[in-house]
């Protein structure tokens, strides 16, 4: 019988790591001491943090960060430069500019009324709902993989402009004669679109072929990809969505499994052109890797 992957309580225990730092005043942990907090891999930590709460931990301190000094405002009759430092801000400019902008208040209207201060503590104690938690039940299979290779190139920009590194894959197949040769497109996302500016996103495009590989120029190389039992989730709709179904993936479907993860990186196989298939009917499948029941 499978273990049942129990999630929350691990989150809650990162959850409360961050409060304490917070809470302190003392230095934020990285993400790899978190994803040890929480025991769970790297590769995971930050998707499944996302997925779970809402909220990626960069935004999970800066909600502490601005609930404790609205906190203060509400129990203290400390100044606003007194608040702002203490709560992590460099200077009370700073905290009102974020009030201004995720609460539309200042800090003398939000002490001036109580009730509405109220209201923001209530909302800002807790993550916000998963968007993955609205949607529509996926199908998903558990299959296992045989190990396979990939040529891989690593892009750094848009996700909307990978079709460009897909290309110089395609480009240099047709220079070696392998492009009927070439069987599969591959994705290893490496950070969330949804999350990073542009010039900070790295995506590892990636195909198979069936034929013997020649040497590969650089920046090209050659990637194994461990095989092993995964959960397959077919995604159909626009290719920017697959985060989307990632987080639905991890958040609803895996801890009601009984499967755990498994500590390699997950990827995507993109079964359609979207320059010739309509974006609506585009399908791909999500592969996540399980640990072994």
């Given amino acids: 019988m499978k273990a049942h992957a129990s999630h929350l309580p691990k989150l809650d225990r990162v959850i409360a790591c961050l409060q304490q730092a917070v809470a302190s005043g003392g230095p934020l942990p990285d993400l790899d001491a978190l994803a040890a907090v929480a025991h769970y891999s790297p590769f995971h930590f930050h998707r499944v943090y996302r997925a779970m709460t809402g909220e990626t931990v960069g935004r999970t301190v800066q909600r502490l ?25 460099d200077t009370p400019q700073a905290l009102a500019r974020v009030l201004r902008e995720t609460l539309d208040a200042s800090p003398t209207e939000l002490r001036s009324d109580p009730a509405l201060l109220a209201r923001h503590l209530q909302r800002l104690s807790r993550p916000a709902s998963p968007s993955a938690a609205q949607m529509a039940p996926l199908s998903v299979e558990v299959v296992t993989l045989e190990p396979f290779e990939v040529v891989a190139l690593r ?30 497109l591959i994705g290893f996302p490496l950070g969330d679109h949804r999350e990073l ?14 034929a013997e590989l020649p040497p590969l120029p650089a920046p090209l190389r ?70 072994a029941s």
């Avoid at 750094?156 to 069987?183: K, M, N, P, R, T």
């Avoid at 990186?265 to 999500?286: G, K, N, Q, S």
């Fill in 65 to 89: 960060r601005l609930l404790k000094a609205l906190q203060r405002l509400s129990d203290s009759d400390a100044s606003v430069t007194e608040i702002a430092l203490l709560a992590g801000y």
């Fill in 155 to 184: 892009a750094q920009g848009a996700f909307d402009d990978l079709d460009g590194s897909f290309g110089e894959l395609f480009g240099w197949a047709a220079e070696q004669g392998l492009v009927e040769s070439l069987q599969e």
């Fill in 197 to 210: 500016p542009a010039e900070e996103l790295l995506f590892d495009c990636a195909v198979t072929l069936d």
């Fill in 222 to 291: 050659r990637m194994q990809v461990a095989g092993g039992t995964v959960a397959r989730l077919r995604h159909v709709g626009s290719y920017g969505l697959l985060e989307d179904a990632t987080d639905w993936l991890l958040s609803q479907w895996l801890p009601a499994s009984g499967y755990a993860l498994r500590d390699t990186p997950l990827h995507y196989h993109f079964l359609d052109d979207p320059e010739h298939t309509p974006e609506a009917i585009l399908r791909a499948d999500v592969y996540l890797p399980l640990a």
